[in-house]
C-alpha cells in the first residue's frame, strides 16, 4: 500500500515567519491547505516530514513504498498521476527542484540522514505552482481558490441560498449550515464558496473568486474584493482585497487589508489598516528570512505578512511590504516598522521583548475560547521558536 508524505526543501526559511509554528504543507491557499490538497487528489491521509520541534505535532508515518512529495508544491492531476507511476529508489525532479521520490523503507532513513541514496531520476512533465516566498501565497490564491473549489463542488449539490441575496452569475456553492442574508454576491469574474456553519451577515458585498471556510464569519457591511480566503474560524469586517486569513484570526472592524496574508490566532484591532502600494508606485520590497534582509518583491502591490499569534491595537497602521513576526503586540500612532521581530511588545515608540510566559498564557486563553488543548505539545514548539528568534530581536 502507497504511503505519502509530505516533506521540506529551502522554501521552508523563505516562507517565514508564516511557518515557525507549522510544516509549509500545513499553510492555507485557496480553500483548502496544500496538504488536505494532496489528500484529496491522493484519495489518501499524508503524513509529515518537517522540522524535528514540529515532528510530535505534525507525525510521520512509514510505510514499506513511501512517496514523498513536496510541501511546497500544489497538486494538479496529471503530476499526482506522474507520482503515483514513479518506481521505487526513483527521483522526479522539474529541472533542479526535487518534486518527489518513491522510496523503500531503507532509503527513507538515508534522505532523513541526508545521505540520499543512488537514485534513478525522471523529469516532470506537467506543470505545477510552488510557493517559494511568502508573496507567492496572495499572487496564486485566486487561481487556487478555483481550483479548489472545482475539486470540492464536484458532482455535488449546494445547498440553498436565501432569497434575501442577490447574485451575479451562478457560480456559488453553500455548505449545509451556512448562513447568507441581505448581501450581493457577484460570481462574474471567479466562484463564491461558503463553507459549513459560516456566517455572511447582512449588506456585505463580495466578489469571487472568494472562499469563507467553516465558521467563518462577515460582519455587517463588510468589502470583500477577488482572491480573498477566510480559513476556519476567521471573522472579518471592514474591506478585504486579495489576502489569506489562514484560520482562528479577526480582522473584524473597519479598515483595509489588501495582498496580504495573516497566519493563525492574529487578532487585528479596530481601524487596523494596511498600505499594498507604494506612492511612487516602484516595486515593494519585503524582508526575507533567508537572507535575513529586504528584497524585492517585483510586485506593485504587497501588504503585511504576520505570523501566528500576533495582536494590533486601534488603529495600527502597516506600510506596504511589513513583516511581522509571531507572538508580538503592535502598538503605536504613525506607521510601523517595514519588519517587526518575534515575541516583541510595542511598536512607534519603540520594543520590548513580549516574555515566552506571556504569550503562552494568552495562547492558552484563545485556545480555550475555542476548546482546544495548549499541551505539553505546544508549550514546547513555544519555547523553541522563541530561542529561534532570538536573534531577529537584536535588528
Not at 522510496?103 to 510552488?130: C, W
Not at 447568507?180 to 463553507?195: A, D, F, Q
Request: hydrophobic share 40%.
Amino acid at each position: 500500500m502507497n504511503n505519502y508524505i509530505l516533506f521540506e526543501d529551502e522554501s521552508r526559511i523563505s516562507l517565514r515567519p508564516l511557518t515557525f509554528f507549522k510544516p509549509v504543507s500545513a499553510l492555507r491557499i485557496g480553500i483548502l491547505t496544500i496538504a488536505e490538497k494532496w489528500e484529496r487528489r491522493l484519495k489518501a491521509p499524508v503524513s509529515f516530514l518537517t522540522e524535528i520541534y514540529l515532528q510530535e505535532k505534525y507525525p510521520l508515518k512509514v510505510g514499506a513504498h513511501n512517496f514523498l512529495i513536496n510541501g511546497s508544491v500544489l497538486p494538479e492531476d496529471d503530476l499526482v498521476t506522474e507520482i503515483q507511476m514513479l518506481e521505487p529508489d526513483t527521483s522526479l525532479m522539474a529541472g533542479d527542484i526535487l518534486i518527489a521520490l518513491h522510496l523503500t523503507a531503507e532509503n527513507l532513513k538515508h534522505f532523513r540522514l541526508g545521505t540520499s541514496p543512488d537514485l534513478k531520476v525522471k523529469q516532470a512533465k506537467s506543470s505545477f505552482i510552488k510557493l517559494n516566498n511568502t508573496w507567492d501565497i496572495f499572487g496564486n490564491n485566486k487561481k487556487a481558490i478555483v481550483s479548489d473549489f472545482e475539486l470540492i463542488t464536484k458532482g455535488r449539490k449546494s445547498a440553498a441560498l436565501s432569497s434575501t441575496n442577490q447574485i451575479l452569475g451562478n457560480n456559488i456553492f453553500i455548505e449545509e449550515g451556512a448562513s447568507v442574508e441581505c448581501s450581493t454576491i457577484n460570481t462574474l469574474k471567479g466562484p463564491v464558496y461558503i463553507g459549513k456553519h459560516a456566517e455572511v451577515m447582512q449588506g456585505c458585498h463580495i466578489e469571487g473568486p472568494v472562499a469563507l471556510c467553516e465558521h467563518a464569519i462577515l460582519k455587517i457591511g463588510a468589502l470583500v474584493y477577488k482572491g480573498t480566503t477566510l480559513g476556519p474560524h476567521c471573522k472579518v469586517g471592514g474591506e478585504i482585497n486579495n489576502s489569506i486569513l489562514m484560520g482562528y484570526s479577526s480582522k473584524a472592524h473597519d479598515g483595509f487589508l489588501g495582498d496580504s496574508v495573516i497566519s493563525e490566532w492574529c487578532n487585528m484591532g479596530a481601524g487596523t489598516t494596511t498600505s499594498n502600494l507604494k506612492n511612487n508606485y516602484e516595486p515593494v520590497k519585503q524582508w526575507s528570512y533567508s537572507q535575513n534582509k529586504f528584497v524585492s518583491t517585483e510586485l506593485q502591490f504587497c501588504g503585511l505578512v504576520m505570523g501566528d499569534h500576533c495582536k494590533t491595537g486601534i488603529s495600527t497602521m502597516f506600510n506596504s511590504g511589513t513583516t511581522a513576526g509571531v507572538c508580538s503586540n503592535i502598538f503605536g500612532v504613525s506607521y510601523q516598522r517595514n519588519f517587526i521581530p518575534s515575541f516583541v511588545w510595542g511598536g512607534t515608540t519603540g520594543f520590548r521583548k513580549h516574555k515566552l510566559s506571556e504569550a503562552m498564557d494568552t495562547a492558552r486563553a484563545v485556545y480555550a475560547r475555542r476548546n482546544l488543548p495548549f499541551d505539553a505539545i505546544e508549550e514546547n514548539i513555544f519555547k523553541y521558536v522563541f530561542e529561534l528568534t532570538s536573534d531577529n530581536r537584536l535588528l
